[in-house]
């Protein structure tokens, strides 16, 4: 089941980052921050009371359980997703999102040395296959040269990169205080909406920013919002049963999703050449190593 919930955070992952881009056209001055977080505040809250009123014994809540989805919240939800829709809005979401994607680069090294985390030989084999996948498919991606590339989107998916992989680390270490994936993924969204929301409030465009959000609503928005909720519900699902070095190298597929979805919804330039075929077929053999021997 595990795997199958990393599967399906990827899979609305990348239904967003498509959702993100096409709103992004309606929207020059929004990336989508405040209408996306205030979406996963509503679906998350409603996930959250299902779960308490429904479970027998739910988790009771401690301290450092909250202190480390607080700090999952800011890694992920806010810093990461601030950071990747910058990159989406400059470069796209294909090689916004497969430079994000060496995020499990990043929670390899946390769960390793700090969770102390250990892999089995099939599983690294696994690994490697994708990080080989997401090499050829990088190199297909930004050896061609472009007029419109833009080095600041670089910088913003790599930093949403590393981001995205130390918070899914935080996020495991969080979830063994506080057994509660649904508690876990509202606290990271009220962490990040507080954060955004202050910072709005002193550079003194929190009205602005609400007004034009609520005159010039953006539906695909608020799509984004909805597919950005269920990824978060379904990693933390995931990690109740699986670890989460093998959960960031599943999800590590939303970049093959993204680039077949980009090419269907929004015409890309992206083309299904050979090196993309093989990166694919790589990814999910990858994918499929670990589900299989995990």
Known sequence: MGFLFSFLCALFFAISNICLKKGMRLSEKDNGIFLTMSTNIIILTIAFLLYRILAENPSPPTVMGV????????LTTYFGRTMLFSGIRRIGPSPAVAIKNSQPIFTLIFAIFILQERLGLYPWIGISMIFLGLFIQGYQQFTIPKKDLNKIGFIFSLLAACGFGVGQGVRKQAITSFNDPFAGALIGACVAILIFVCIEARKKTLTETVKRNVYSFNKYYLIAGIGTSFAVLSFFVALWYTKVAYISAIVAIEPIITIILSSIFLKAEEQ????????AVLIFLGAGTIALTG
Request: hydrophobic share 70%.
């Open 272 to 279: 299904f050449s050979r090196p993309l075929i093989v990166s």
């Open 67 to 74: 202190m480390f989805f607080a700090v999952a919240g800011f």
